[in-house]
């Protein structure tokens, strides 16, 4: 689900950083939330309602106006609130009158009271306030700051929480010490608070607001994670957020001469000699591709794990190039400098699950399997932006290149969907290429099924969940990852593919993200592995890709035939003679699943027959790319 900010500058604003708060708020909200700055035009245009969880309004206009708001994005406003979502707003007075206020600006209507709310930036200038606040529940949050205005007459609603002392000696009324205010909107609420935070209070890192603004979201009735610092009063410290930019990433392979041919094939020279010390903005090698510049580091573990500190504590920002760091030959990096996943053991995991498959031994010279050469890094952007966005990497590297994080910043879905990244969330692009001379373009619809095929394949695997927990992982058409447990449906992966074009190849980049031991609320596959300890992503990555590497291996020989994997795709999915209802046509017809076509992958139904119906009605077939699949609601529409 997503938590939402929309700031009047959001709109015009060239900056590439996010607000602060947005900051703040990912901080407080990882893992269970994903945070993002939103447009005007975005509220107006894109499905953003179903998704999000809460919206944050925050002003920044003169005094004393209201906000400004295009017409569609304030329907679409109005209609999320009244539907039963949740607002939030800082530093904004709310006026509720009998009558509209003006038009361009926000509004909202109360169709129980008739009343209209209009959100407008105070008449008083807000002033710098500190002090103890007190909520509804009677929790004192002490010595909380931030820019505070009283709300007007015209304000009302349910109080949540109001200053306990004064900001100065000065006696002040009942009103001037409330700090917030609840609204009602049809079935969805407003929690307005009279307090604001300017990016320096922000950016000032006072804990105190930390705690402050986790109670505030608190009210709106989300969940905030206790495993990142809940909303309480007792809590002395933050405990340790995700990073919140890129870290460095290490370049490791198998087998030495595999990382001299990668290198050679970016045009990275590498020197005769390992740098014992390291810093951020002086790498050995600047690589300036199109979406990224990369910094190679050639440096020893000691030199790396300076690096690592510099990045970790923020020295290194800006335009600072993407470390990647190589260590010298036969050097894996240590549970030192990748603390969150431990790349040796992933090796050797890799080499006993490739052997139990049957994929060779690839010791010839400049050979390698899939996941036997990787970028790993704890933090990076996105895995697929990575391989997918900039051609010079993508086009050169050797593959199959493995792309691997613990934490992406922007992890990218479907469509415009974003993809959270906890721990325990493993998430990872793969980039392999084939010649259209011998492989047809047209079978390239297939590389998405047939990976979710090998994850399945995997979560039945001994290694992974065995054959009776491995049964209830399920695929959801075009490309999701289910489990079924109680009687329950939940998603706990999903899996895109980009394709690029050139001198006659094509490069595939598949991304997979797979919840593996994420932890509650978030489902995910250990939930399925009851009575034993959480599953690794070191020990389930390997099968999936041994498992992947044998269907690929099938699937290319075969010039992208999908006959071989027919049935045990189908045995693997969850819709087989399922009863749906196809909204992409006038009107929307009753149709039932029969398959997935050979010739183009298309999802094949069939009318349902009716009482009244006539004769024969030929198939529908549905294109991956064009639609949706609604499992709750049990409908195919257009994929907006």
């Known amino acids: ?181 609840e609204l009602s909107v049809g079935e969805g609420h407003i929690s307005a608070w009279a307090v604001n935070f300017t990016e320096d209070i922000i950016q000032s890192g006072n804990h105190r607001l930390q705690i402050f603004l986790q109670n505030i979201v608190s009210s709106t009735g989300l969940s905030v994670p206790s495993g990142s610092a809940d909303a309480k009063e007792e809590i002395a410290a933050p405990t340790a957020s995700p990073p919140h930019r890129p870290l460095p990433q290490f370049l490791v392979t198998s087998k030495p001469i595999t990382t001299q041919i990668i290198l050679a094939s970016l045009g990275v020279p590498t020197p005769e000699a390992f740098s014992t010390t390291s810093s951020a903005t002086s790498p050995s090698f600047i690589l300036k591709d199109t979406a990224d510049t990369f910094g190679f580091h050639f440096c020893t573990p000691e030199a790396a794990s300076e690096l690592l500190q510099q990045a970790r504590s923020d020295v290194a920002h800006g335009e600072t190039p993407k470390a990647i760091v190589v260590l010298p030959p036969t050097v894996i990096p240590s549970l030192a400098v990748t603390p969150k996943f431990e790349i040796q053991l992933y090796f050797d995991n890799l080499a006993e699950t490739r052997e139990a498959n049957g994929l060779a031994d690839m010791s010839e010279e400049g050979s390698y399997g899939v996941g036997e050469a990787l970028l790993y890094g704890e933090a990076v952007t996105s895995t697929q932006t990575m391989l997918d966005k900039n051609q010079h990497l993508s086009s050169n590297l050797p593959p199959p290149i493995l792309s691997l994080a613990t934490h992406q910043l922007a992890g990218r879905g479907r469509g415009s969907n974003t993809w959270l990244s906890p721990d325990g969330c493993l998430q990872f692009s793969l980039l392999l290429r084939v010649s259209l001379a011998s492989f047809p373009a047209s079978r390239l619809v297939f590389v998405q099924y047939l990976f979710g095929l090998a994850v399945v394949n995997a979560c039945r695997d001994k290694e992974v969940l065995g054959a009776d927990g491995g049964a209830n992982a399920r695929l959801k058409w075009p490309n999701d990852i289910y489990i079924e447990r109680g009687g329950e449906k939940k998603k706990v992966g999903g899996i895109l593919v980009n394709t690029s074009f050139s001198g006659g190849k094509v490069d595939i980049v598949i991304g997979c993200g797979l919840n593996v031991s994420t932890p509650l609320p978030i489902s995910s596959l250990s939930l399925l592995n009851s009575g034993q300890p959480p599953l690794r992503t070191e020990a389930v990555l390997p099968v999936i890709l041994a498992k992947f590497e044998v269907l690929w291996n099938t699937f290319v020989q075969g010039r992208g035939s999908w006959a071989p994997f027919e049935d045990a795709y189908l045995d693997a999915w969850m819709h087989s003679d399922q009863l749906v209802t196809l909204t992409t046509v006038t009107p929307p017809r009753s149709v039932r699943i029969l398959g997935i076509t050979l010739d183009h ?37 257009s994929k907006t």
């Open 1 to 181: 689900m997503d938590v939402l900010v929309y700031t009047q500058t959001a709109a015009g604003s060239t900056a590439t950083d996010p607000p602060a708060l947005v900051t703040l708020l990912r901080a407080i909200l990882h893992p269970f939330y994903t945070v993002q700055a939103i447009t005007a035009s975005s509220l107006a245009s894109h499905p953003w309602e179903k998704s999000c969880a809460l919206l944050v309004l925050q002003p920044n206009g003169p005094v004393g106006t209201g906000l400004p708001m295009p017409p569609k994005a304030g329907e679409a406003l109005q209609r999320y609130v009244e539907n039963g979502g949740r607002m939030l707003t800082l530093g904004l007075d709310m006026l509720v009158s009998a009558r509209r206020n003006g038009e361009g600006q926000l509004q909202f209507y109360d169709s129980r009271s008739r009343k209209h709310i209009s959100p407008t930036t105070p008449v008083v200038v807000p002033e710098l306030r500190s002090g103890n606040v007190r909520l509804r529940t009677g929790q004192l949050v002490s010595d909380v700051v931030g820019l505070s205005s009283p709300f007007s007459d015209a304000a009302s609603g349910s109080m949540l929480a109001q200053w306990d002392q004064a900001s100065s000696d000065v006696a002040e009324t009942k009103r001037q010490n409330i700090a917030a205010v």
């Open 601 to 637: 992958g298309l999802l094949r139904t069939i009318p349902e027959r009716t009482a009244w119906g006539g004769g024969e009605e030929g198939y529908i077939d549905l294109q991956p790319d064009g639609n949706s699949f609604d499992l709750m609601a049990g409908l195919i529409k």
